[in-house]
């Protein structure tokens, strides 16, 4: 996986399952061939806000359907990891307010793997690579433990 971008916005770009996933999610998005010549760093781009970008957004704003899209395939990413390490399949299931706040749960049978409040999310991003990809596997781990904890409930 080759990823490049400008040091300054986002820092070094990391190798990470986690990433290469969410890549591979939002290019089957690409039915028309339109990302081919992007790099996987540019179709990533608009993961990372740095600090002075989201200092320079408002305290309170309504989320775009483009930024809900991303959040979505974050999510979509965890969900496709943790079922190609457990063999259970992760869907998640969101309710947002057109405010920005709201429940993303990722369910696997009948448990509960993810479930995180959102809250801010026109601010949705993260300020570095690694930062992205450590959110990313983090949720990734914590979903694959749980299924561990209760594998009659998630094969259910």
Known sequence: MTMTLDAA???EMVESP???QLVA???AEDSHGL???KTNAEILAEFIVTAEERRAMPIIGDPDPELIWRMTKFYDAIGLLVEKRTGCMAS???KMHHEGFGRVVLIAGKLVVVSKHL???HRFGFETWAKLAEAGEKLVESAVATIEDFPEASRA
């Open 35 to 37: 990302w081919d010549d």
């Open 119 to 121: 809250r801010d999310v």
């Open 9 to 11: 916005r986002g820092g």
């Open 92 to 94: 998640q299931m969101q």
């Open 18 to 20: 986690f990433l290469a």
């Open 25 to 27: 999610v939002i290019r």
